[in-house]
């Protein structure tokens, strides 16, 4: 046995403890209950959907109290203060991941969670952020021009990923399989690239390999399980009434993204040619719309929905600069 005052950095130490007693253990046969509490965790009942929908309504405030008073704010960090000050005034525990605000460029960059970068009047600003309430986590994100108005190019990229999402919550329902609706998203998504001419045709790949080249731009899984962990446990099964999951599709145009290819392997300095046209156009836009999915007896529920999501209704909350004190 472990002595009970031995250092355990990686914090496993607990469970260690637990294998070595059942090995002690004579006449029985051990098995691992993880399978048995995910499945009950992946079908929520109605309380915990209460509590899940009371860390997301916070969240969804923090999301819009953000949006009301960006124009005077000039920090990132400043946001944040904005958002996490709503966790902490609606008694939240706090929130269920790192907050990951990004102006601009920094939107490009996936769990960015420096929030040092200062605010772009003319800029996306990409908000991912979840309060946690009594061990349940929301999980958001929200795209939003910093002067209120989005630019064509901004526009044009916002639209995609805004499809996408439309075209994923088309296919929750009750027994569809998760792989339906990413399956969506992802069409959509490179459609619209190509036609953008961000990549060069439908089911084209990068040169010399394997990889699709829509993924150079949505290089992130559809969505995920969510409740007491926002990356929660379950298994990839049918559908069903109770579950969660989160509907997150992005493109995100970094402004290096083309500078890590082999310029050697034949074909890629033609593609690289051909698609930079449209990536000087879009480049440094990174847009990611993420909501909060209840599968239901006939569909799906928005649970995040109370949040301004498509491009009109965004631009018009901004125009009208709504306070929430």
């Known amino acids: 046995m472990l002595p009970r005052n031995t250092r355990d950095e990686n914090g496993t130490r607990e469970f260690r403890r637990e294998a070595e007693f059942a090995g002690t253990l004579q006449g029985y046969e051990i098995q691992n209950g993880q399978a048995i509490f995910a499945k009950l965790r992946q079908i929520k009942s109605l309380y915990e959907l209460r509590l899940l929908q ?75 952020v979840g309060a946690e309430y009594d061990h349940y986590t929301a999980d958001i994100t929200r795209t939003f021009p910093v002067n209120g108005k989005f630019t064509p190019a901004q526009r044009d990229i916002y639209t995609i990923v805004y499809d996408a999402q439309e075209a994923a919550a088309a296919k929750l329902r009750p027994g569809a399989m998760i792989s339906e609706a990413s399956g969506a998203a992802a069409a959509v998504i490179e459609e619209r690239l190509a036609r953008l001419g961000l990549i060069t045709a439908v089911g084209a790949l990068i040169p010399g390999t394997q990889m699709p080249q829509y993924r150079i731009w949505y290089m992130h899984g559809w969505g995920h399980w969510l409740g007491m962990n926002v990356h929660d446990v379950g298994q990839q099964v049918p559908l069903a009434p109770g579950m969660v999951t989160t509907n997150e599709p992005g493109v995100y145009i970094r402004s290096d993204a083309l500078d890590y290819f082999d310029m050697t392997k034949p074909g890629m300095k033609e593609f690289i040619e051909k698609i930079r046209p449209a990536f000087e156009r879009y480049k440094n836009i990174g847009v990611r ?25 965004v631009e018009a909350f901004m125009a009208g600069k709504a306070s929430l004190k």
């Open 289 to 313: 719309i993420e909501d909060d999915m209840l599968i239901t007896e006939s569909g799906v529920s928005w649970m995040s929905g109370r949040i301004p999501r498509k491009l009109e209704d």
């Open 54 to 128: 009371h860390a997301i309504d916070i969240s969804a405030e923090a999301h819009m109290r953000a949006m009301s008073n960006i124009g005077t704010l000039g920090w990132e960090y400043e946001v944040q203060a904005e958002i996490e000050y709503v966790f902490r005034r609606r008694n939240a525990d706090y929130w269920g991941y790192p907050s990951i605000v990004g102006c601009g460029p920094n939107g490009t960059t996936l769990h960015y969670i420096e929030s040092q970068g200062r605010i772009g009047r003319t800029d996306l600003m990409l908000i991912d």
